[in-house]
């Protein structure tokens, strides 16, 4: 394979920096930033808001917040104000203690965030669930967890079967003209007259800090645990990654309902000071490229399906706006397609920064850092204090360019710290050697670079090859004519499995047998015969999660008449 390097840009650190962080870096260096490691009090929302809000940060902005309706801005001592509120509300109104589980269900607006704080100041574990959740997912979501408190709207309160979950006593709920009968709370009027002084609860670094269920692309979602150590990676990878600098205006375009939006919507930045972008409401590029422009974003985190859509809006509307406080741009969430890479060139003229990690690893772990070649459609090197591998499935390690299972050794402060009510799922992560094995598989080059190939399920075997289904559809959406792709084997007598491409059209093709024969042949000469799909299906849209995510488990299973599985976590 062809290895094109684009220049480095320049960072917080640069390339020899990492070298010796490889080499000697220790994570109680990381921990030194972290006020508990002078003061011995550890609370993540304490150390993400009240720390800046008792320093010259004061009176910085913590959080601009937009949406069509609303246009707000935080200081971080109004950050504090506000969090003190909330959890003098959920301490006095709705008894929460260290170790309870507080779910949040609600749009992403600032008294999300308060909310969230407010909870964590009170040691309690946060459960957050993305809006647009039907009953049934709320619904299993605060059964497994036994959630004693859900934070929630009026207009989403339908979709919570409060009597049906016994665990749960107290409803909050944000909104006008809220009754406060039984177990509900009137959140608006309560924080007119809430205390602005609130004791915060201190906790152990092995206490639990967020319950993230995840994304659900290969089955039913699981609730990962994640504790307040986590702080320390969160803060690292801020600096290292992020690149966060103290007059940076950040934006993470993720929802608090994916730990995207939780680890690097609120921890990653805020630990570091920084002024953080929250946008609410519906995708629209115009809207999300006059964001950029009109509060002067610098360093911005989104994902591929984004990055994809904005490319279909066209170069054209690039052009109306003034992105030109844009120095760092980053991706997660699915392989980033090098044709992306370069367009984020020709009209960011920056780089996309792709970064791999999951709900389980609890923060990034192989990332691209600003400072280093970036080599388009691979996700990067482990970063220092991580070791990673490509096991075979006996734990051992495979040479260069073999593909097998991506996997982490055991020890950064992030990883989970269990799966909720399930050890044995914990535990079926773990190979011997102490590797964390992701369900990724991937293969790295003689550089240290890893190559992201597919999840393994995905993994596609034809005619006695292995086919990542990534290479394919990233050589997929080279076509002009093609939005998105996704690609899954297919049973075949003969060769064992076929591949069969299922692919969204741009505006303005047509969906026709001949488009058919030219995509089949640009994949065989731009990738390989044995990668090129035998069979070709259009369609207007593609499966997705809703943090964007093309699932193919249900790509497969209608294709091959099979149960569907959880759809709880699909796009409408
Ligand atoms: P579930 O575990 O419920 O099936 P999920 O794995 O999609 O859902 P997440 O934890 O949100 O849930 O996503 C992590 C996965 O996303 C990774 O295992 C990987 O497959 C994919 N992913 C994340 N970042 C990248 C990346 N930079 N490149 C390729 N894949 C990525
Ligand atoms: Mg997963």
């Not at 995905?458 to 998105?484: C, N, Q, Y």
């Amino acid at each position: 394979m062809k290895l094109e390097a684009l220049p480095a840009a320049k960072g917080n650190h640069n390339l020899e920096d990492y070298q010796k962080a490889y080499d000697q870096f220790d994570w109680s260096e990381a921990e030194k930033n972290l006020s508990w490691s002078e003061t011995g009090r550890i609370n993540a929302a304490y150390e993400a808001i009240d720390k800046h809000a008792e320093s010259f940060r004061k009176n910085k902005v913590a959080l601009y917040y937009r949406d069509p309706e609303r246009e707000e801005k935080y200081t971080f001592k109004e950050m504090k104000e506000h969090s003190n509120k909330a959890g003098n509300i959920l301490r006095q109104c709705a008894d929460v203690e260290k170790g309870d589980r507080v779910f949040v269900f609600m749009p992403r607006t600032p008294e999300l965030y308060f909310t969230v704080l407010g909870a964590i100041k009170l040691g309690a574990i946060v459960g957050p669930l993305f809006e647009a959740f039907m009953e049934g997912a709320v619904s299993d979501r605060l059964k497994d967890s036994e959630a004693k408190v859900i934070v929630t709207t009026p207009e989403l309160l339908e979709r919570v079967p409060f009597n049906d979950l016994p665990a749960l006593k107290h409803v909050v709920l944000v909104g006008e003209n809220v009754n406060e009968d039984g177990p509900y709370i009137d959140f608006l009027t309560r924080m007119k007259t809430a205390s602005t002084k609130l004791e915060i609860e201190w906790v152990e670094k092995t206490d639990g800090l967020l319950l993230h269920y995840t994304s659900g692309s290969t089955g039913k979602p699981k609730g990962v645990l994640h504790v307040h150590q986590a702080m320390v990676q969160h803060y690292q990878t801020g600096s290292w990654v992020l690149d966060l600098k103290e007059d940076d205006v950040y934006w993470c375009t993720a929802d608090p309902g994916w730990v995207t939006g939780t680890v690097y919507g609120i921890f990653g930045p805020w630990l570091h000071g920084a002024s953080n972008v929250i946008v609410g409401g519906r995708f629209k590029p115009e809207h999300w490229y006059e964001t950029i422009q009109n509060y002067g974003v610098t360093v911005w985190y989104s994902a591929p399906t984004a990055f994809r859509m904005l490319m279909g809006a066209g170069d054209e509307l690039v052009k109306q706006y003034d992105l030109s406080s844009l120095r760092h741009v980053l991706s997660v969430g699915e392989p980033l397609n090098p044709e992306v890479v370069r367009w984020g060139v020709k009209v960011f003229d920056n780089r996309i920064h792709d970064t791999w990690w999951m709900t389980e690893t609890g923060a990034q772990v192989i990332c691209n850092y600003p400072s280093m070649e970036i080599k388009p459609g691979s996700m990067g090197k482990p970063i220092p204090g991580v070791q990673a591998a490509i096991v075979d499935d006996q734990g051992n390690e495979v040479p260069p360019y073999r593909m097998g299972n991506l996997a982490i050794k055991k020890g950064w402060p992030s990883m989970m710290h269990a799966i909720w009510n399930n050890k044995e799922k914990y535990e079926s992560y773990f190979m011997p050697g102490d590797w964390y094995v992701s369900g990724d598989s991937a293969y790295k080059d003689e550089d240290g670079y890893y190559w992201f190939q597919g999840r393994i399920d995905d993994v596609i075997m034809t005619s006695g090859e292995r086919v990542g289904p990534f290479e394919v559809e990233s050589k997929l959406v080279e076509h002009p004519a093609i939005a998105e792709a996704g690609v899954i084997g297919k049973p075949d007598p003969v060769r064992g499995e076929i591949i069969k491409a299922f692919v969204a059209l741009r505006d303005g093709y047509e969906a026709t047998d001949e488009l058919k024969e030219e995509i089949r042949n640009f994949v065989k000469k731009g990738l390989a015969a044995h990668a090129a799909p035998r069979e070709i299906e259009f369609r207007d849209k593609l499966p997705k999660t809703r943090s964007g995510k093309i699932m193919r488990r249900v790509l497969k299973a209608w294709e091959l008449d099979l149960p569907t599985g959880d759809l709880s976590t699909m796009e409408d």
